[in-house]
């Protein structure tokens, strides 16, 4: 129920601010509008809010009408996990992709073309990137979200991409604090557990965001998983000791910590997202993400009126909001000083940051054509293929909008070349697959076959029994090579896509591609 308050109380006002809600629609409903002129500092852009990037610059236009210093947060990765591009996949290959390259400099590149892009639509606050060490394969949320799970190249490359991102004026915000790698449950649905000592902690999942830390990153977001060895009874996100004790006090961080989306499972099955709000403020988060999955107005007054309760109460202390609320209007002011500088974190030119505007728009394919890693031979395509794509559930971070694979590059190539989807649930889908392509050359799209025993079973049989078969891995290439060919993208982008369709089509002596071309 909906308190009565004056929406011009200090508190209120604090309360609105820390708030990153989302909402429907490509244009700003009037209860955002509304809420924005009464203190609301931040809105959050999803999928369902793009259409096209026109429409993006006239929906952000139209809310920094009401307050001009307004953060606009989106969740745009790049790779697997895009927005802007939701409807037809990334044009930039996603963080497996920039770690198998290693190129420190092409990853700057990538990461200051995307923020270009971003500014230009009038977003400043990007949730990327993800400093997670992808330590565990079987990790159902990371995956090709991850660097890799090297330590140290993730945190050179989680600093690189910060630099990027910050030198386009667009806000980084480093995530999954303390790290998500070694989980195996996805906290949209449950609460993931890190049984790991202290010393691993620190040698491992700490050290990417000790490095973003170092490269300026104006955002760190929590996750919400729990680790019994910095805290054995809450997660990160409303943890004291982890958000303040651990990033605060230990690791030195000054800038706003905003939490993980407060309607995912993890929290509100655990404590509802009221109190699971007020706690994530206690423990010292700054901002609140809520949106993916409620984005109406009742849900910003639930929350809203939660915290205020709370600071009358004395359960949150009016100090605490008032520290939050200034961060989020601190980092307001950074990206309104950082618009079309070209300046870094600290707001100096970085050293070494490719400027994106050199190497052009086609960064993006540049470097997926890099990331890919081809093994076996096969000669060149020349007549329409037949592409059997092996899925699986798409986790929510990813969603089931965007499109990924090959048919679509494949058929825009090679006119004629047809495509069918088989699950799990396909009965004997080797069969099926061979039934459907007749005597055409197969290509067989798969992500994560080492996390599907249906997936490599499939792919034993029908390489068994045609084995002039490609197949790409558009996941993490942690299974052995099956086919003639073999070509691991390390990313479902559109542009891994069209690198992989260009190999198939060209054919291959079994040399990997030139890691410049």
Same mark, same amino acid.
């Given at each position: 129920?909906?308190?009565?308050?004056?929406?011009?109380?200090?508190?209120?006002?604090?309360?609105?601010?820390v708030?990153?809600?989302?909402?429907?629609?490509?244009?700003?409903?009037?209860?955002?509008?509304?809420?924005?002129?009464?203190?609301?500092?931040?809105?959050?852009?999803?999928?369902?809010?793009?259409?096209?990037?026109?429409?993006?610059?006239?929906?952000t236009?139209?809310?920094?009408?009401v307050?001009?210093?307004?953060?606009?947060?989106?969740?745009?990765?790049?790779?697997d996990?895009?927005?802007?591009?939701?409807?037809?996949?990334?044009?930039?290959?996603?963080?497996?992709?920039?770690?198998?390259?290693?190129?420190?400099?092409?990853?700057?590149?990538?990461?200051?073309?995307?923020?270009?892009?971003?500014?230009?639509?009038?977003?400043?606050?990007?949730?990327?990137?993800?400093?997670?060490?992808?330590?565990n394969?079987g990790?159902?949320?990371?995956?090709?979200?991850?660097?890799g799970?090297?330590?140290?190249?993730?945190?050179?490359?989680?600093?690189?991409?910060?630099e990027?991102?910050?030198?386009?004026?667009?806000?980084?915000?480093t995530?999954?604090?303390?790290?998500?790698g070694?989980?195996?449950?996805?906290?949209?649905?449950?609460?993931?557990?890190?049984?790991?000592?202290?010393e691993t902690?620190?040698?491992?999942?700490?050290?990417?965001?000790?490095?973003?830390?170092?490269?300026?990153?104006?955002?760190?977001?929590?996750?919400? /998983?729990? $680790?019994? @060895?910095?805290?054995?009874?809450?997660?990160? %996100?409303? =943890?004291?000791?982890? &958000? +303040?004790?651990?990033?605060?006090?230990e690791?030195?961080?000054?800038?706003?910590?905003?939490?993980?989306?407060?309607?995912?499972?993890?929290?509100?099955?655990?404590?509802?997202?009221?109190?699971?709000?007020?706690?994530?403020?206690?423990?010292?988060a700054?901002?609140?993400?809520v949106?993916?999955?409620?984005?109406?107005?009742?849900?910003?007054?639930?929350?809203?009126?939660?915290?205020v309760?709370?600071?009358?109460?004395?359960?949150?202390?009016?100090?605490?909001?008032a520290?939050?609320?200034?961060?989020?209007?601190?980092?307001?002011?950074?990206?309104?000083?950082?618009?079309?500088?070209?300046?870094?974190?600290?707001?100096?030119?970085?050293?070494?940051?490719?400027?994106?505007?050199?190497?052009?728009?086609? /960064?993006? $394919?540049? @470097?997926?054509?890099?990331?890919?890693?081809? %093994?076996? =031979?096969?000669?060149? &395509? +020349?007549e329409?293929?037949?592409?059997?794509?092996?899925t699986?559930a798409?986790?929510?971070?990813?969603?089931?909008?965007?499109?990924?694979?090959?048919?679509?590059?494949?058929?825009?190539l090679?006119?004629?070349?047809?495509?069918?989807?088989y699950?799990?649930?396909?009965?004997?889908?080797?069969?099926?697959?061979?039934?459907?392509a007749?005597?055409?050359?197969?290509?067989?799209?798969?992500?994560?076959?080492?996390?599907?025993?249906?997936?490599?079973?499939?792919?034993?049989?029908l390489?068994?029994?045609?084995?002039?078969t490609?197949?790409?891995e558009?996941?993490?290439?942690?299974?052995?090579?099956?086919?003639?060919?073999?070509?691991?993208?390390?990313?479902?982008?559109?542009?891994?896509?069209l690198?992989?369709?260009?190999?198939?089509?060209?054919?291959?002596?079994?040399?990997?591609p030139?890691?410049?071309?």
């Amino acid at each position: 129920m909906t308190t009565l308050i004056s929406t011009t109380d200090t508190v209120t006002r604090d309360a609105l601010a820390v708030l990153q809600p989302g909402f429907t629609g490509t244009t700003a409903p009037d209860w955002v509008l509304r809420r924005v002129d009464e203190g609301l500092a931040s809105v959050a852009l999803f999928g369902r809010n793009i259409r096209t990037p026109e429409q993006v610059t006239a929906l952000t236009a139209q809310l920094r009408a009401v307050r001009d210093d307004l953060l606009v947060a989106i969740d745009e990765e790049g790779g697997d996990v895009t927005r802007l591009e939701v409807r037809t996949g990334s044009s930039f290959p996603g963080n497996l992709g920039l770690g198998h390259v290693d190129d420190l400099a092409l990853t700057r590149a990538v990461a200051q073309e995307l923020g270009r892009r971003l500014a230009e639509c009038g977003v400043n606050l990007n949730w990327a990137p993800s400093a997670d060490v992808n330590s565990n394969p079987g990790n159902p949320i990371i995956g090709v979200r991850s660097f890799g799970a090297d330590t140290g190249l993730v945190a050179r490359h989680t600093a690189a991409y910060i630099e990027g991102l910050q030198a386009a004026g667009v806000a980084a915000c480093t995530k999954h604090f303390p790290g998500h790698g070694d989980t195996a449950i996805d906290s949209h649905h449950a609460m993931p557990r890190i049984d790991v000592d202290l010393e691993t902690l620190h040698a491992r999942e700490l050290v990417p965001f000790r490095a973003a830390i170092a490269a300026g990153t104006k955002c760190v977001m929590s996750a919400h /998983i729990l $680790l019994p @060895a910095l805290d054995p009874d809450r997660p990160a %996100t409303v =943890s004291p000791q982890i &958000l +303040t004790g651990l990033l605060r006090q230990e690791l030195g961080y000054d800038g706003l910590i905003v939490t993980d989306a407060v309607e995912m499972q993890a929290i509100a099955a655990t404590y509802g997202i009221e109190r699971g709000s007020v706690l994530a403020i206690a423990a010292g988060a700054d901002a609140l993400c809520v949106g993916g999955g409620l984005e109406d107005d009742g849900t910003v007054l639930r929350l809203r009126d939660a915290l205020v309760r709370a600071v009358r109460s004395g359960e949150l202390p009016e100090e605490r909001l008032a520290d939050a609320a200034a961060r989020v209007r601190a980092l307001a002011s950074w990206t309104q000083g950082a618009k079309g500088t070209g300046s870094g974190p600290g707001g100096a030119a970085q050293e070494g940051t490719a400027p994106a505007t050199g190497i052009g728009s086609d /960064i993006g $394919l540049v @470097a997926a054509r890099r990331a890919v890693l081809v %093994t076996g =031979s096969a000669a060149p &395509l +020349t007549e329409p293929a037949y592409v059997a794509a092996f899925t699986s559930a798409s986790n929510i971070a990813v969603g089931d909008e965007t499109p990924w694979g090959v048919a679509a590059e494949l058929g825009r190539l090679l006119p004629g070349t047809e495509t069918d989807t088989y699950s799990s649930e396909t009965e004997a889908p080797a069969a099926a697959v061979l039934r459907a392509a007749g005597e055409r050359r197969i290509v067989v799209v798969v992500r994560d076959v080492h996390r599907h025993a249906w997936m490599g079973e499939a792919l034993d049989a029908l390489v068994a029994e045609r084995p002039d078969t490609a197949v790409v891995e558009m996941g993490v290439p942690q299974a052995a090579p099956r086919g003639a060919l073999h070509i691991a993208t390390h990313g479902a982008a559109r542009v891994c896509g069209l690198a992989a369709a260009e190999i198939v089509v060209s054919g291959t002596d079994g040399r990997r591609p030139e890691r410049g071309a």
